[in-house]
């Protein structure tokens, strides 16, 4: 039944002219479901890694120059923010001052060109749903594209699957939603399919830094970049400690059968295996998804692998509709970018500050990073304000979804800056000017409730 399924996938790729490289990569996983592979990476496979800090390396300016001038940014900007009801790219969001995450991006991009007289592209990796919007609010940065190298490239789509039949979904209500995108993995076969990554090279680059669009603390650097430079690594992944908020996160380890480095994500991680995941002790780095590699050993690799890089599987369960769990159980087959690390022997990772990670995936975040934990500087990277980010849980009946928390905030967040957490359970509306202190909890009320004007939450 399931080789039914692969050729009817096949078929329904081919009539949505999705390319054929991006087919048979998508074909390479479908057999390993096929054949009950779930792409797990048991504990007892693994050792925890250590790494060194950037803090404590030495990078040469000169290197560093030279290495942010051959030096190309790269943008993942596929995800619609539908965990938090947005039904267009999550980068047009409001973060700061009026201006969205690819406001900040493109200005912050602009801002070292013209500081270190450097061409630095800076390109989006879209998907099917969100290129339209991501071009036309770039539109106002006339001077963002480079060389005439490309603004955007668009990432694959590849059918949803049954979970029972492993045959693509139909869902006629929303054909659109029979399609989803194949994990940022992705990138490495887009790049290589369309010809793109030799058309870098050519262009005299040599260094692809990676990035999620909506973590504003990834910013190419000089000192970063000099850094991979200066280590001679194909392939490199910056990494921050692990936090309480980080439990059901990434982390990074070493394989006990090749002692090479594997980025073991949550959804690759057996139920047995959650404690150990979690244990900030043993596992104490997680990814930023901040990347780096060397271009032309990438190529290399993937002219020899003929597009394929056979990363990890990643078997992802969800409903058709992922904002109706009344809707038919698909399967996603995905990869992780990051996994790429184990393909390279000689790849490396480096620990940085927090403020190179700074991503948001709920309102949680989105709270603090429009409060005042983070200032807006004139180059456009944010600093942090205080020595630890405080932790917020906001009861997500009332504040899940961007349009229930405006309505929530309607006048702005509150000051965070000398908060160390805050949990808000029911329905809270708050007013100009509050600000929380130390650690506070909002209790449910039978009724909605309001934080008047100029509270003080948390003080004595």
Partial sequence: MSAEGLAKARQKMVDADVDATAIEVFAHYYRQVEHGETGMIGEESIDPHDMESLAAVDVDDEVASRALAATVAIKLNGGLGTSMGMERAKSLLCVRRGLSFLDVIARQVLHLRQTHQVRLPLLFMNSFRTSAD???????????????????????????????????ISHPADPELEWCPPGHGDLYTVLHASGLLRQLIDAGFRYAFVSNADNLGAVPTPRVAGWFAGSGAPFAIEAVRRTPSDRKGGHFARRRSDGRIVLRETAQTPPEDLAALADLDRHRYTSTNNLWFDLVAMAEVLEARRGILGLPLIRNVKTVDPTDPSTPEVVQIECAMGAAIELFEEAT????????????????????????????????????????????????????????????????????????????????????????????????????????????????
């Avoid at 205080?386 to 932790?391: H, L």
């Avoid at 800056?417 to 949990?423: D, E, G, K």
């Fill in 134 to 168: 991501t071009m036309a609010a770039l539109q106002r940065y006339a001077d963002l594209p480079v060389d005439g190298l490309p603004l955007e490239f668009l990432q694959n789509k590849e059918p949803k699957l049954d979970a029972t039949t492993l045959e693509p």
């Fill in 349 to 460: 990772t480096i620990e940085v500050d927090r403020d190179r990670f700074i991503p948001v995936k709920t309102t949680n975040d989105l709270l603090v990073l429009r409060s005042d934990v983070y200032d807006l500087a004139e180059d456009f990277r944010l600093g942090q304000t205080t020595d630890e980010i405080p932790f917020v849980d906001l009861d997500t009946s009332h504040f899940k979804l961007v349009n229930d928390f405006d309505q929530r905030f309607p006048e702005g967040v509150p000051s965070m800056r000398r908060a160390r957490s805050l949990r808000v359970n029911g329905d809270w509306t708050f007013g100009r000017d509050v600000a929380v202190v130390g650690d506070v909890e909002l209790d449910p009320a039978a009724a909605a409730e309001r934080v008047a004007p100029g509270t003080v939450l948390g003080a004595d």
